[in-house]
């Protein structure tokens, strides 16, 4: 799958704001309708240079024009080579949707949109409000507090924004109410982007482009054991679970040993435990608590005979924003039990949560 190359309208073509997939054409009918801007914003990479495309223009069933062209990443535009398909007649003044197709029919973009160019960067310690036409590039790591992201006033029908944060913030969020005081969504990390369209009754997120919101606790091996009562539910401890293999957004914490969500949603959460030995027909079971309570278990078993015994699981768990959870474990052997830490022991914990959706 290419990048996706945003179209604007060849000098003279109109864009029809009710129906973004579609332009008018005036000026030259048949041929370099279009220039190509790559995608503001992300930095993921565009069409390759010199890659080969195919362009459709359908005005109807009845009324094609296709043809050959060449992107050129310098220029940022899609030259003709050769028309492969013209049926029926495509004149000044119709209206005609746009598919473009990359090698093997790989779509490039199905559906453009207007572009929307660079608003003025903001690195203000209030509340935003948006502006069509516009991308709001935000510094929001000198925030006090949590600020809303508000939409224009008085909006067309097809108007767009949207907002970009340049540099995120640890301990704060942009709170982006649609409706002026309902949250409909959070950014907050670096690289987030969004933009909103308004269909003539309300404004909806129309483009969602944030990044992962997840964290990742791994065992080091590091010989630090811990040990856990019998018949107790147990918090796994910061120092059993080692170090962050990744933590998008500073999402854990280690002095209390939990993930805390920064915004509403549906988390995976996947834990492992390894006790460093067990008897025969001990039981033990990892699982997950939720603001203090347990809120579901990941594995359980029973050991089959003396020696190292665990396991790990995966659950999907609805949180609010400041919503926390922490790994815990239980087992019933006679006294207490060993969560190992050595390679020597086969000792492994591990614990991540990832925000999966709404």
């Not at 000044?92 to 746009?98: A, F, P, S």
């Not at 925030?143 to 970009?164: E, F, H, I, K, Q």
């Not at 959870?325 to 006294?335: C, D, I, M, Q, R």
């Amino acid at each position: 799958m290419y990048a996706f190359p945003i179209l604007t309208a060849e000098s003279g073509c109109t864009y029809n704001t009710g129906s973004p997939n579609t332009i008018t054409l005036s000026g030259t009918a048949a041929t370099n309708y279009f220039t190509v801007a790559q995608a503001v914003a992300d930095g993921d990479g565009g069409a390759v240079d010199g890659m080969t495309v195919i362009c459709t223009a359908r005005k109807s069933d009845a009324d094609v024009l296709e043809w050959v062209a060449t992107y050129d990443a310098t220029g940022g535009t899609l030259s003709e080579v050769t028309v492969i398909r013209s049926e029926g007649t495509i004149s000044n003044g119709d209206t005609v949707t746009v598919d473009i197709h990359g090698p093997s029919g790989a779509m490039l973009k199905e559906q453009w949109q207007v572009r929307l160019g660079w608003g003025t960067a903001s690195s203000a310690d209030t509340n935003q409000t948006l502006v069509v036409g516009e991308i709001l590039p935000w510094d929001i790591s000198g925030l006090t507090a949590d600020r809303d992201v508000l939409m224009p006033a008085s909006p067309a029908s097809g108007d767009r924004c949207g907002v970009y944060i340049t540099t995120g913030d640890d301990a704060f969020e942009g709170i982006v109410k649609l409706d002026g005081s309902t949250e409909a969504s959070r950014v907050y990390l670096t690289g987030d982007k969004q933009v909103y369209r308004y269909t003539g009754s309300a404004w909806v997120i129309e483009d969602d482009v944030r990044k992962p919101r997840f964290a990742v606790r791994k065992n080091d091996q590091s010989g630090t054991n811990q040990s856990i009562p019998t018949g107790a539910w147990t918090k796994i401890i910061d120092e059993m679970l080692g170090t962050s293999e990744k933590d998008a957004g500073s999402l854990w914490d280690g002095t209390n040993n939990r993930y805390t969500a920064r915004e509403p949603g549906t988390y995976n959460t996947t834990g492992l435990a390894v006790y460093e030995s067990l008897t025969s027909g001990d039981v033990w079971i990892v699982g997950i608590y939720k603001n203090g309570a347990l809120a579901c278990i990941l594995a359980r078993g029973i050991a089959g005979g003396s020696g190292v015994a665990g396991g790990s699981g995966s659950k999907l768990i609805v949180l609010a924003a400041g919503d926390y959870v922490e790994l815990y474990t239980y087992h019933n052997a006679s006294g207490a039990e060993t969560l190992a830490n050595s390679a020597a022991s086969a000792g492994y914990c591990y614990f991540s949560v990832e925000r999966a959706g709404d």
